[in-house]
Each structure stands twice: as C-alpha cells, then as structure tokens.
C-alpha cells in the first residue's frame, strides 16, 4: 500500500493497557474545573465502569488498540456478532 498507512488492531492487554482510554479523552475532559488528577481519576473510573458492564453483558465484546506505524493512536470497542460488529466505543488519541 504505497503512499497509505493502514492501521492495525490488536487486544488490549487488560491490566497493563487501560491508560489508552483516559489518554484518548484527556482533551475532552480539559475544560472541567477539577484538578488533573481528579480528572484522570474521572476517566479511569469511566473505563472501569465500562468494563465491567460490557464484559458481562456482550459475550464477544472485544478491546482494541488502533495501532499505526507501530505508534498507538487509539482504541476501539466491538461486540463480535455472527451478522454484526456494533461499535460500542471509539476513540482516537489527540496529536503530539
């Protein structure tokens, strides 16, 4: 594919991978009146909660890290059907 960057998707490694999420929304997240780490705090709970409600509840449910040029660049979050893949999350990490 010249001239194109394709990106690949891998597992998350839970456990050691989670920091992908509040990464991905720490621009989002910016304008709050909280202190940094209340806001990384805010985010980490906001995977967790995740996590444990689609883990139990969508038996294919699947944690991705987008990866380009061996660069993370953000995760994605499906539910392997037979007939479907529904995006359930998706975020992509801001520029450096």
Do not use: C
């Not at 380009?68 to 007939?83: A, E, F, M």
């Amino acid at each position: 594919m010249r001239g194109k960057l394709a990106a690949i998707l891998r597992e998350i490694r839970i456990g050691k991978e989670e920091s992908i999420h509040t990464n991905a929304y720490v621009e989002e997240i910016k304008p709050a009146s909280r202190t940094e780490l209340q806001k990384r705090d805010f985010l980490w709970m906001q995977f967790k909660a995740q996590y444990q409600h689609y883990s139990p509840n969508f038996q294919k449910v699947q944690y991705q890290i987008i990866k380009q040029v061996r660069q993370i660049i953000g995760h994605t979050i499906v539910d392997r059907l037979k007939n479907a893949i529904p995006l359930m999350d998706n975020a992509l990490l801001p520029e450096s």
